[in-house]
Antibody, heavy 124, light 107 residues
Framework: QVHLVQSGAEVRRPGASVKVSCKASGYTFSSYGIFWVRQAPGQGLEWMGWISGYNGDTNYAHKFRGRVTMTTDTSTSTAFMELRSLRSDDTAVYYC?????????????????WGQGTMVTVSS | ESVLTQSPGTLSLSPGERATLSCRASQSLSSNYLAWYQQKPGQAPNLLIYAASSRATGTPDRFSGSGSGTDFTLTISRLEPEDFAVYYCQQYGSSLTFGGGTKVEIK
C-alpha cells in the first residue's frame, strides 16, 4: 500500500524555523513528485511548492520564495519542507502529497496520495 | 495564475438528494486540468476527480465531474451520509491554485 507518513506536531517561536518530513512507502520514490500544501485553522488549502523525486528540482509558490526550502533524501524515500522566519500566520496543518502522474517532471498535477498532516503552531 | 471561485459556500441538503457544486476559473484551463477533493474534519483531502471528469481510484460512481474552459461542476447524484464534507476544486493548468471550498451539510 502507498503511504506518506509525516513527522509530528511542532511548536515554534516567531522568527524560528521548522522542518517537516514526509516518508514515502509502497512505491518508487524517484518516479513521482511531492507537493506541499498548508491549511490554516478553519481555512482553505494553499499550495506551497513542489519537488521532483527524480532529480530534486523544485518550484516554489511566489508567496514562499526565499523562506521555504524543499529537499529529498532518496536513500530513505523522504521529502522535507523547511520554513524559516516563522510568523503567527504560519500556524497551520502542513501536508505533503504525491503527484498523480508517474514520471511527470512538471510542477503541476493532481494529488492522489496525501500525508496525514503536521500541525505547526507559531506562538510567543 | 487562474483564480478559482467555488459556489455556493454552503449547500444544505438531505441524504438522497442531488448535490451540484460549481467551480469557476478566471482563465480558461489548459487540457481541463481541474481536480476535485473531499475533506472531512480532521482528515487530509482525498482526490475524487481529476482532468475535470475522470474518477480517481476508489471514487464511487455517484460522483461525477463535468465542464471545460472556465466552468466546472461536481455532481453527487444521491447524497450518502458519508458525503457530508467540504469539497475543494484545484486547477493545475497554470501554476496551481485551489478554490475556497463548498461545505455540504445535512439539512
Amino acid at each position: 500500500q502507498v503511504h506518506l507518513v509525516q513527522s509530528g506536531a511542532e511548536v515554534r517561536r516567531p522568527g524560528a524555523s521548522v522542518k517537516v518530513s514526509c516518508k514515502a512507502s509502497g512505491y518508487t520514490f524517484s518516479s513521482y513528485g511531492i507537493f506541499w500544501v498548508r491549511q490554516a485553522p478553519g481555512q482553505g488549502l494553499e499550495w506551497m511548492g513542489w519537488i521532483s523525486g527524480y532529480n530534486g528540482d523544485t518550484n516554489y509558490a511566489h508567496k514562499f520564495r526565499g523562506r521555504v526550502t524543499m529537499t529529498t533524501d532518496t536513500s530513505t524515500s523522504t521529502a522535507f519542507m523547511e520554513l524559516r522566519s516563522l510568523r503567527s500566520d504560519d500556524t497551520a496543518v502542513y501536508y505533503c502529497a504525491r503527484a498523480k502522474r508517474v514520471q511527470w517532471l512538471v510542477p503541476r498535477d493532481a494529488f492522489d496520495i496525501w500525508g496525514q498532516g503536521t500541525m505547526v503552531t507559531v506562538s510567543s | 495564475e487562474s483564480v478559482l471561485t467555488q459556489s455556493p459556500g454552503t449547500l444544505s441538503l438531505s441524504p438522497g438528494e442531488r448535490a451540484t457544486l460549481s467551480c469557476r476559473a478566471s482563465q480558461s484551463l489548459s487540457s481541463n486540468y481541474l481536480a476535485w477533493y473531499q475533506q472531512k474534519p480532521g482528515q487530509a483531502p482525498n482526490l475524487l476527480i481529476y482532468a475535470a471528469s475522470s474518477r480517481a481510484t476508489g471514487t464511487p460512481d455517484r460522483f461525477s465531474g463535468s465542464g471545460s474552459g472556465t466552468d466546472f461542476t461536481l455532481t453527487i447524484s444521491r447524497l450518502e451520509p458519508e458525503d457530508f464534507a467540504v469539497y475543494y476544486c484545484q486547477q493545475y493548468g497554470s501554476s496551481l491554485t485551489f478554490g475556497g471550498g463548498t461545505k455540504v451539510e445535512i439539512k
